[in-house]
Every structure is written in structure tokens, then in C-alpha cells.
């Protein structure tokens, strides 16, 4: 074997392996995005668990029972409580979705729809948190806003408290 051939041996070997430096690298940088992505969504859910215990501490409850019973009542503080806590609601689904999109985790991004899909109709169930959502959709993602346009569209206004009620009906015949 000449000296020229083993020469060219070397380079094709050594060419080979930064190919395989390049992938693992690459590799890399895919796990620590996934691990980043799944430590975001912990801390996102985490958030909206702490927002949604404060929002029980504050009174928000009754505010929002208020909104389905006598929507024509509630009072310019009670509806920007409403706002505050429609937006956080939707924020932190919001925010993971695209996060996800971002990451190409589909079947993540799904799930986060799916879950949207389960909530909106008790979520926004009163007329104020309908008129809400249907003002605010200019800062949604479209996946979103067809989601719940879907996932309310059989239930009327109103159907928050049918909800609740259909739960309290629910618990009385399973005692």
C-alpha cells in the first residue's frame, strides 16, 4: 500500500468521524431540548396549580359561581377578577402548546388540546367567560381557538353551572 493511499484511507476515516461527532452532538442537543422542555412544563403546571390555589384563597369561586348564576350582576372588580383568572387559564395552556409545537412533541401538544377541549365547556360556560374568550382569541393560537370553538359548541351558555350541578347530582346518587 502506497504512502498516498493509506493517506487517503486516514482522511476518509477521520471524515467519517466527525460525521459521527456532528450526530452525536446533535443528539445531544435534542435530549437536553426535551429535558428543558419537560422541566418547563413541570414548572408551568406547577405555576398554574399555585395561581389556581391562590385564586381559591382569594374568593375567585364566588366570583365565577357569581358569573354563571347572575352575570348581570357582577361588578367591575368581579369581572376583572374573571379576566385575571380566564387569562391565566388559558395562558398556561397556551404557552405549553406552542412550547411543545416548537419541540415537534406532537402527541404532547395533542394532549395539551385535549385538555383545553375537556375544560373550556365548564371554564367557559358563563357568558362573561364566553364573551371573554370570543374577545380574546387575536392572541391564541389558531389549533386553540378552533379547539374550543368545537368543544363548547354543544353546550350553551350556562352550561358551567348544569356542570357543577350534573356533579352534585352525580355524588347524590353514588352515596
Request: glycine share 4%; charged share 20%.
Amino acid at each position: 500500500m502506497k504512502l498516498a493511499e493509506l493517506n487517503e484511507y486516514l482522511q476518509t476515516f477521520a471524515a467519517m468521524g466527525a460525521i459521527v461527532a456532528l450526530l452525536a452532538v446533535g443528539y445531544e442537543i435534542r435530549q437536553s431540548n426535551r429535558i428543558a422542555t419537560q422541566q418547563t412544563l413541570s414548572n408551568n403546571w406547577s405555576n398554574w396549580l399555585e395561581h389556581a390555589g391562590n385564586s381559591v384563597d382569594s374568593g375567585i369561586a364566588q366570583t365565577i359561581a357569581k358569573s354563571m348564576t347572575a352575570p348581570d350582576e357582577l361588578s367591575l372588580e368581579e369581572k376583572i377578577d374573571l379576566d385575571f383568572y380566564l387569562s391565566a387559564w388559558m395562558y398556561a395552556h397556551h404557552h405549553d402548546y406552542l412550547s411543545l409545537l416548537y419541540d415537534s412533541e406532537t402527541e404532547l401538544s395533542e394532549f395539551i388540546l385535549q385538555d383545553i377541549a375537556g375544560e373550556a365547556p365548564s371554564i367557559l360556560g358563563s357568558s362573561f367567560a364566553r364573551a371573554w374568550f370570543f374577545k380574546n382569541t387575536f392572541w391564541m393560537s389558531p389549533d386553540i381557538v378552533r379547539t374550543v370553538e368545537v368543544a363548547i359548541a354543544d353546550y350553551p351558555v350556562g352550561s358551567g353551572l348544569a356542570y357543577y350541578l350534573s356533579i352534585d347530582a352525580l355524588a347524590e346518587t353514588l352515596r
